[in-house]
């Protein structure tokens, strides 16, 4: 079992940066695929970046490619979402995610694990 809380969402002025954390409980951190992923009301569940357990393979959303960057620390048992060029389009609720299968995915259904969500506003 893997308990997951976000933190470090809040509101952020368009074209502001601002850094998403998630804690993850247990001791198989590193084994774990982490993911981001963003809902606003009335819309899916949308991918937005995932890392492998060692941190070495990283995969985004075309959507925030080349602004947001995705890290861990496993000694920390810590996954992050650093989000630069921010737009208000990328207000949303942010959840973080954790994957047991070696296989990654972007399918939210993929993911075993879930945080209770942060809210990020974008103001323009």
């Known amino acids: 079992q893997v308990q997951l809380v976000e933190s470090g969402g809040g509101l952020a002025q368009a074209g502001g940066s601002l850094r998403l954390s998630c804690a993850a409980s247990?001791?198989?951190?590193?084994?774990?695929?982490m993911g981001w992923f963003r809902q606003v009301p009335g819309k899916e569940r949308e991918f937005v970046a995932r890392i492998s357990g060692s941190g070495g393979n990283t995969y985004y959303a075309d959507s925030v490619k080349g602004r947001f960057t995705i890290s861990r620390d496993n000694a920390k048992n810590t996954v992050y979402l650093q989000m630069n060029s921010l737009k208000p389009e990328d207000t949303a609720v942010y959840f973080c995610?954790?994957?047991?299968?070696?296989?990654?995915?972007?399918?939210?259904?993929?993911?075993?694990?879930w945080g209770q969500g942060t809210q990020l506003t974008v103001s323009s």
């Open positions: 247990g001791r198989t951190f590193s084994s774990y695929t």
């Open positions: 995610a954790a994957r047991s299968m070696p296989i990654m995915t972007i399918r939210p259904s993929g993911y075993d694990y």
